[in-house]
């Protein structure tokens, strides 16, 4: 089997379309089965380096065992989700749902992982079934991020870098669907404690068990293949006020949940998401605008179709989620490294 690539959309390789032409007798040969082999492999990260996304359409995988076998064919060794913020399920060895945040919420764009010391080389999605009204996915170049920001900034970002701050319930609720028992799979204080040591996490546990958790990282990373900075961060997604996202978004029950928030013990004045420089200086939000409008420029939306297997570099492609209706179901995967030979150091 042969692959005809093309740009899915006009005027952007993002993502680049991988279709299947049939090839004599080996036109029904599986996915799975033709990235077996050395050279296919190689021809997959090439490809994945020169594009940066792609979507593999044709193929019909749909389901969480082919999809976890495409991977394996590929020699893509997947991770777990340490710390991670978005409520997933798993269906497989370290297949999981992709985010079950609530539908009527839009994700914004981001690389995922990027606010933490562990992090995926690529992220792979497929296609289950997509929803009937809205649940695209927006994609952003993240080198080309980098370059649509004023140097200054840049400079300040990276000389500064970013103090992420979180607070986690016991108890998962609609603005807060991630619990710590949950993020770090265990309910036992000590064995948290241990995994945020592990990570360069600081933890402080508050009266209703809930619990703050604070981290420093890098706003700007450079590629592990090609050595290309890019712009490599949450802050902006974390310095959003929570509670006033949701109400703009037209979330239900935001206003309720936040005066309750806002009365516990364990609020105080803190926000549910909080980004800071490292030094603990404040960051003016329209700084954090400048960062979105460029991320707004470079980004491009597509649709989903069922079987649609979707490969990103996770340091130049972010990604995002649009609010939806009826039923969205797409499955995720984090792909510790595609760069070959040990495990990346994190940093």
Same mark, same amino acid.
């Given at each position: 089997?042969?692959?005809?690539?093309?740009?899915?959309?006009?005027?952007?390789?993002?993502?680049?379309?991988?279709?299947?032409?049939?090839?004599?007798?080996?036109?029904?040969?599986?996915?799975?089965?033709?990235?077996?082999?050395?050279?296919?492999?190689?021809?997959?990260?090439?490809?994945?380096?020169?594009?940066?996304?792609?979507?593999?359409?044709?193929?019909?995988?749909?389901?969480?065992?082919?999809?976890?076998?495409?991977?394996?064919?590929?020699?893509?060794?997947?991770?777990?989700?340490?710390?991670?913020?978005?409520?997933?399920?798993?269906?497989?060895?370290?297949?999981?749902?992709?985010?079950?945040?609530?539908?009527?919420?839009?994700?914004?764009?981001?690389?995922?992982?990027?606010?933490?010391?562990?992090?995926?080389?690529?992220?792979?999605?497929?296609?289950?079934?997509?929803?009937?009204?809205?649940?695209?996915?927006?994609?952003?170049?993240?080198?080309?991020?980098?370059?649509?920001?004023?140097?200054?900034?840049?400079?300040?970002?990276?000389?500064?870098?970013?103090?992420?701050?979180?607070?986690?319930?016991?108890?998962?609720?609609?603005?807060?669907?991630?619990?710590?028992?949950?993020?770090?799979?265990?309910?036992?204080?000590?064995?948290?404690?241990?995994?945020?040591?592990?990570?360069?996490?600081? *933890?402080?546990?508050?009266? &209703? %068990?809930?619990? #703050?958790? !604070?981290?420093? $990282?890098? +706003?700007?990373?450079?590629? /592990?293949?090609?050595?290309?900075?890019?712009?490599?961060?949450?802050?902006?997604?974390?310095?959003?006020?929570?509670?006033?996202?949701?109400?703009?978004?037209? *979330?239900?029950?935001?206003? &309720? %949940?936040?005066? #309750?928030? !806002?009365?516990? $013990?364990? +609020?105080?004045?803190?926000? /549910?998401?909080?980004?800071?420089?490292?030094?603990?200086?404040?960051?003016?939000?329209?700084?954090?605008?400048?960062?979105?409008?460029?991320?707004?420029?470079?980004?491009?939306?597509?649709?989903? %179709?069922?079987?649609?297997?979707?490969?990103?570099?996770?340091?130049?492609?972010?990604?995002?989620?649009?609010?939806?209706?009826?039923?969205?179901?797409?499955?995720?995967?984090?792909?510790?490294?595609?760069?070959?030979?040990?495990?990346?150091?994190?940093?």
């Amino acid at each position: 089997m042969d692959f005809q690539l093309s740009p899915l959309i006009p005027g952007s390789t993002l993502p680049t379309l991988v279709e299947p032409i049939a090839v004599g007798e080996r036109g029904d040969v599986p996915l799975e089965v033709d990235l077996a082999s050395r050279e296919r492999r190689r021809w997959l990260r090439d490809a994945l380096r020169e594009h940066g996304a792609l979507l593999f359409r044709g193929f019909d995988i749909a389901d969480p065992e082919r999809f976890a076998a495409v991977l394996a064919a590929g020699r893509l060794p997947l991770m777990d989700y340490p710390r991670g913020t978005s409520p997933r399920t798993p269906v497989g060895e370290r297949i999981y749902t992709s985010t079950e945040t609530r539908p009527d919420v839009a994700i914004p764009v981001h690389t995922e992982m990027s606010y933490g010391s562990v992090y995926p080389e690529a992220v792979a999605f497929c296609c289950v079934s997509p929803s009937p009204v809205g649940g695209a996915t927006p994609l952003a170049d993240m080198e080309r991020v980098l370059g649509r920001l004023p140097a200054a900034l840049v400079e300040e970002f990276e000389r500064r870098r970013l103090r992420y701050s979180q607070v986690v319930p016991r108890e998962a609720t609609p603005a807060l669907p991630k619990s710590w028992p949950e993020m770090f799979g265990s309910s036992d204080r000590s064995e948290v404690e241990a995994v945020c040591r592990a990570l360069g996490i600081e *933890a402080t546990w508050f009266g &209703d %068990e809930s619990l #703050r958790i !604070r981290n420093t $990282a890098p +706003a700007v990373r450079r590629h /592990p293949v090609t050595g290309a900075r890019v712009w490599f961060n949450q802050g902006d997604i974390f310095h959003v006020r929570l509670f006033d996202y949701l109400k703009k978004q037209g *979330a239900a029950g935001a206003a &309720d %949940e936040e005066a #309750r928030f !806002r009365t516990d $013990a364990a +609020a105080g004045d803190q926000e /549910p998401y909080w980004c800071t420089f490292e030094d603990g200086g404040e960051i003016d939000d329209e700084l954090f605008g400048i960062v979105r409008r460029a991320i707004a420029e470079a980004t491009v939306v597509f649709d989903w %179709e069922r079987g649609d297997l979707l490969l990103l570099d996770n340091f130049r492609v972010a990604h995002g989620r649009q609010s939806f209706e009826g039923e969205r179901r797409i499955l995720a995967a984090l792909v510790e490294r595609v760069s070959g030979g040990a495990t990346a150091t994190r940093a």
